[in-house]
């Protein structure tokens, strides 16, 4: 199909047809949780803590326990935080977590959190020497663990090359949330029909603003309020979508958790605001899409 881009052809976001939210809402909040399993046998996705003398560890105790500490503490604390106000959000969940942490995929389950596939374990895609197993083998996990398939992915990294897309949608994957060029979905090429974007961030998002860039523990709260504050006021115009992507082992640790907590009360406490999920948005595009195109919703 050529280049990955071409698989999305560019749209002006003022050419965008007008949308309506739920109870007329300017803005969709999805809020998403993502649990990775790092094995200890492997050179660690994220590190916090450099290497001693700038020799690599293997094994790399350091930042194999920080991400663990999320998993055994941090996510706890996530999910209190959200079950006390009431928000069902999106689980962005390695496949084999639901094996490897059984106890955590339960408590989301419990929760009754929407499952996406977040790969099978936390390696970036491009460099699996079989996606489609990696892909298969996720659905087929999660579809075992909670009773159906997940509506949605997220790719390790957001990473994705010529074929992902593709293998995706024969899989059965409803929508993805690697494409961060919109406020609103559209539609992906796919040599098995389309495929709907939900937007992402890589901007409101812990691991840019805590793991990258080093910023202090109350960044992420004001940076998610200066995006939602803006998004907010666009949403006049026209709907917008706006994700909050969190990780237990940064957002979940105890000298951040409370500016979460602070962040969810202030997007609640604001009117014309609709919580979702990741499926329940791609649900909303195409009812609104079918609507405007005068067409039966699918």
């Not at 500490?69 to 928000?87: C, D, N, S």
Request: negative net charge; contains cysteine.
């Amino acid at each position: 199909m050529g280049l990955l881009s071409e698989r999305a052809p560019f749209q002006a976001f003022p050419d965008r047809p007008r949308m309506h939210l739920p109870g007329d809402a300017r803005v969709a909040v999805w809020i998403i949780v993502n649990v990775e399993e790092w094995s200890i046998a492997r050179t660690m996705p994220r590190t916090v803590l450099p290497p001693p003398m700038g020799q690599p560890l293997m094994p790399d105790l350091p930042n194999w326990a920080w991400h663990e500490y999320g998993m055994r503490v941090g996510f706890w604390r996530i999910l209190k935080a959200l079950e006390t106000r009431g928000l069902r959000v999106t689980f962005a969940v390695n496949g084999h977590v639901c094996r490897s942490y059984e106890r955590v995929a339960r408590a989301a389950h419990d929760a009754g959190w929407e499952f996406m596939g977040h790969g099978y374990l936390q390696r970036p895609m491009h460099q699996l020497e079989d996606q489609r197993a990696a892909i298969v083998d996720t659905v087929e996990t999660i579809r075992a663990f909670t009773g159906g398939p997940p509506p949605g992915w997220e790719s390790p990294g957001l990473t994705e090359n010529e074929q992902t897309l593709d293998l995706l949608k024969e899989a059965g994957i409803g929508y993805v949330a690697d494409w961060v060029i919109d406020d609103l979905p559209f539609e992906l090429a796919t040599a098995h029909g389309p495929m709907l974007s939900v937007p992402y961030s890589v901007e409101t998002n812990d691991i840019v603003v805590h793991a990258v860039q080093h910023q202090p523990s109350d960044a992420f709260r004001r940076r998610c309020l200066d995006q939602f504050d803006r998004l907010w006021e666009e949403g006049a115009e026209n709907a917008h979508v706006m994700a909050i992507s969190t990780h237990p082992y940064l957002t979940g640790v105890p000298h951040r958790i409370a500016h979460f907590e602070a962040l969810l009360d202030d997007v609640l406490g604001r009117g014309g605001v609709a919580m979702m999920t990741g499926e329940e948005i791609a649900d909303w595009y195409r009812a609104e899409k079918a609507r405007i195109d005068g067409e039966p919703a699918r």
